[in-house]
T-cell receptor
């Protein structure tokens, strides 16, 4: 296992289009987290899963955002009707138990909305 | 809510020690973490400290935790050009998500 992987690494889309990102966590990790990082800021929490259950969503996650983890393994994050303000780095992390164990981050997906 | 603060920039001469500071408002995190982010890359966990410890040393890295003052620091000894990056402190303050500081950009002067 080479760690948390995210796909794609970069995505440029026109405003109004839908985009979907994928995250493959470390295989034995049951916790999976999505964060968003804008330029010059630290990552901000979006949502997390324990196995296939989505247990918490941030207020940052508007109705246009949806995340799934259907089989408790990989996860997808979809943004509908993208806006320029959605431009950011989307980071995925996984951990084996709660967040107070070591969380490993992927390389991120950089989204640019033009 | 939780608040984690860091100074934005630090410049250090190559070979000197770097000290990156972090303050937080909520003391409920069991662990406190330091992450490193290089340009265009994700976050790399550098080290962490358990909240009942005062100090942790790991090769060139020393973490100091002052729980009374809610202050965390990361010291990098013998700073090298490869240490240039943004450093984030983070904690899980009583919930299941990490709260990050704004990051400190470390620049190495040759």
């Amino acid at each position: 296992d080479t760690g948390v992987s995210q796909d794609p690494r970069h995505k440029i889309t026109k405003r109004g289009q839908n985009v979907t990102f994928r995250c493959d966590p470390i295989s034995e990790h049951n916790r999976l987290y999505w964060y968003r990082q804008t330029l010059g800021q630290g990552p901000e929490f979006l949502t997390y899963f324990q196995n296939e259950a989505q247990l918490e969503k941030s207020r940052l996650l508007s109705d246009r955002f949806s995340a799934e983890r259907p089989k408790g393994s990989f996860s997808t994050l979809e943004i509908q009707r993208t806006e320029q303000g959605d431009s950011a780095m989307y980071l995925c992390a996984s951990s084996s138990q709660g967040i107070d164990t070591e969380a490993f981050f992927g390389q991120g997906t950089r989204l640019t909305v033009v | 809510g939780e608040d984690v603060e860091q100074s934005l920039f630090l410049s250090v001469r190559e070979g000197d020690s770097s000290v990156i500071n972090c303050t937080y408002t909520d003391s409920s995190s069991t662990y406190l973490y330091w992450y490193k982010q290089e340009p265009g890359a994700g976050l790399q966990l550098l080290t962490y400290i358990f909240s009942n410890m005062d100090m942790k040393q790991d090769q060139r890295l020393t973490v100091l935790l002052n729980k009374k003052d809610k202050h965390l620091s990361l010291r990098i000894a013998d700073t090298q050009t490869g240490d240039s990056a943004i450093y984030f402190c983070a904690g899980a303050f009583g919930n299941e998500k990490l709260t990050f500081g704004t990051g400190t950009r470390l620049t190495i002067i040759p």
